[in-house]
C-alpha cells in the first residue's frame, strides 16, 4: 500500500500563533469572529452555518452536520472540541482545496462525482488503494452512485486523518502496522 498523498492540496499551513494584530488584518478573521461568537471559537453547529451560509456544498443546502464534526476533529489540536481562528483559517484553505479539486473532477458539471472520478481524484491524491478499497469508499460515501461535494469532503478528511493516524504506527513506512484492539477503536472512531 502507498499512501504517499495527504490527501488535499497544499493548504496554508498548521499555525501555532501569530503576533499581535496580524489576525486582525486578515480578511478571514472578520468573518470568523461573526461566526464565532462570544466564546472565540468555532463548534461543528457554528461550522456547519457558516458553509451553508458560504454555499460551499452549493444550491445553499446544509453541510452534512457529521463532516463539520469530522473537518473540527481533523484540525482540533487542543481537543477543545471547536476551532480557533488559526485552525478554521487552516480549513479554510483546505476546503478551497478540496473544492477546486472537486470542481476539476467533476467533468460534467453536475455537481456530483462518480465512481470512476472519485477513484481518479482519490489516486490524484497520492492514494494508492486496492479496488476493493476504492469500491468499498464509493460505496460508503455515494447516494445511487453519485457523491456530492460534502460527502467527498467527509471521505478526504477520513481518508487524511486515517492515514496519519496509520503512519504514526507504521514505524518502518512498509504499509503494514500492528494496532492493539483499544488503539484500532480508539483511532476509528476519533474520526
Known amino acids: ?18 503576533f499581535p ?15 464565532a461568537g462570544q466564546d472565540g471559537q468555532i463548534s461543528a453547529e457554528e461550522l456547519q452555518t457558516c458553509l451553508t451560509q458560504a454555499n460551499f456544498s452549493g444550491g445553499y443546502k446544509p453541510f452534512n452536520i457529521e463532516t463539520c464534526r469530522l473537518m473540527v476533529s481533523m484540525l482540533d489540536r487542543d481537543m477543545s472540541c471547536s476551532m480557533g481562528f488559526n485552525e478554521f483559517k ?3 484553505a483546505v476546503l478551497n482545496g478540496w473544492k477546486q479539486h472537486f470542481i476539476s473532477i467533476d467533468r460534467d458539471r ?16 497520492g492514494y494508492r488503494l486496492s479496488p476493493q478499497a476504492m469500491n468499498a469508499i464509493t460505496k460508503r460515501f455515494s447516494s445511487n452512485g453519485k457523491i456530492l461535494f460534502d460527502d467527498y469532503v467527509a471521505c478526504c478528511v477520513k481518508l487524511r486523518s486515517l492515514t496519519d493516524l496509520f503512519r504514526k504506527r507504521d514505524q518502518a513506512q512498509q504499509g503494514m502496522a500492528a494496532f492493539q484492539y483499544d488503539d484500532f477503536i480508539q483511532c476509528t472512531m476519533s474520526i
Do not use: H, K
Open 1 to 18: 500500500m502507498n499512501y504517499q498523498g495527504y490527501g488535499a492540496p497544499a493548504a496554508a499551513g498548521g499555525f501555532a500563533g501569530g
Open 21 to 35: 494584530g496580524q489576525q486582525q488584518q486578515d480578511p478571514l478573521y472578520g468573518y470568523f469572529v461573526a461566526v
Open 90 to 92: 487552516e480549513l479554510w
Open 110 to 125: 453536475s455537481g456530483t462525482v462518480d465512481s470512476q472520478e472519485m477513484n481518479q481524484a482519490i489516486t490524484s491524491m
